[in-house]
């Protein structure tokens, strides 16, 4: 791990979701979509690292990150929910594939629209903001991670869809072949997916078969 830092903030955005704002490190850098490894800085916990999105600008003096517990399957992400502020933690360098290539459409599941959500903050030019689309897929209303701002910032190119329990202003349905064809109308768009690596699958090969480029869907790789 290259870089150490401390938590500063933290605090719930959802039921099971909080939020850390931890200090920058010296010289981290990073490209809004990317991840980085992150651990406890403890005895025995060093090496027990888990991959989270910086989800604050680019420039910030902090770094925030919007971690989800999952207690029955990730003691990491249950042990990083039950500590205080002033915790120590560290960083890897940044990596990965999903990066800024222009307005699209943004498809997301659960936690995995982090990267995604990382990425439209950091679009400065409204124009382009104008031209990006989010299809975004929960289990509830109450799993939405930062509903209002992808609602303040989209408008009605919002679209948020549950699969256990839905409301009204959501759509009751999955994000597969059927719905994806009912919400893209441009083959030739750029497409940034990311989620659980079985919804990535299935998406990425449904965009394909509507005739979407290889090169035109954003994954991590």
């Given at each position: 791990?290259?870089?150490?830092?401390?938590?500063?903030?933290?605090?719930?955005?959802?039921?099971?979701?909080?939020?850390?704002?931890?200090?920058?490190?010296?010289?981290?850098?990073?490209?809004?979509?990317?991840?980085?490894?992150?651990?406890?800085?403890?005895?025995?916990?060093?090496?027990?690292?888990?991959?989270?999105?910086?989800?604050?600008?680019?420039?910030?003096?902090?770094?925030?990150?919007?971690?989800?517990?999952?207690?029955?399957?990730?003691?990491?992400?249950?042990?990083?929910?039950?500590?205080k502020p002033g915790a120590?933690?560290?960083?890897?360098?940044?990596?990965?594939?999903?990066?800024?290539?222009?307005?699209?459409?943004?498809?997301?599941?659960?936690?995995?629209?982090?990267?995604?959500?990382?990425?439209?903050?950091?679009?400065?030019?409204?124009?382009?903001?104008?031209?990006?689309?989010?299809?975004?897929?929960?289990?509830?209303?109450?799993?939405?991670i930062c509903e209002r701002?992808?609602?303040?910032?989209?408008?009605?190119?919002?679209?948020?869809?549950?699969?256990?329990?839905?409301?009204?202003?959501?759509?009751?349905?999955?994000?597969?072949?059927?719905?994806?064809?009912?919400?893209?109308?441009?083959?030739?768009?750029?497409?940034?997916?990311?989620?659980?690596?079985?919804?990535?699958?299935?998406?990425?090969?449904?965009?394909?078969?509507?005739?979407?480029?290889?090169?035109?869907?954003?994954?991590?790789?």
């Amino acid at each position: 791990m290259e870089y150490s830092t401390e938590i500063l903030h933290m605090g719930f955005i959802t039921h099971d979701v909080k939020q850390f704002i931890v200090r920058r490190p010296e010289g981290f850098a990073y490209d809004p979509g990317q991840g980085v490894e992150v651990a406890v800085d403890a005895d025995g916990r060093r090496e027990d690292a888990r991959p989270f999105t910086p989800t604050s600008p680019r420039d910030a003096p902090t770094l925030e990150f919007l971690i989800k517990v999952y207690p029955e399957r990730d003691a990491v992400t249950e042990e990083l929910h039950s500590l205080k502020p002033g915790a120590a933690l560290l960083l890897s360098q940044a990596f990965g594939t999903i990066t800024y290539r222009g307005p699209g459409t943004f498809i997301g599941a659960g936690a995995g629209v982090t990267p995604l959500l990382a990425i439209l903050r950091h679009i400065e030019d409204p124009k382009e903001v104008e031209e990006c689309t989010l299809l975004f897929s929960n289990k509830t209303p109450a799993d939405v991670i930062c509903e209002r701002e992808l609602r303040h910032l989209l408008g009605d190119r919002c679209r948020l869809t549950c699969t256990h329990r839905s409301a009204p202003g959501y759509d009751d349905r999955r994000i597969d072949r059927s719905y994806l064809e009912d919400n893209i109308g441009d083959a030739s768009r750029t497409h940034y997916v990311c989620g659980p690596p079985g919804f990535v699958t299935d998406v990425a090969g449904a965009l394909r078969d509507m005739g979407v480029a290889t090169d035109g869907i954003v994954i991590e790789k």
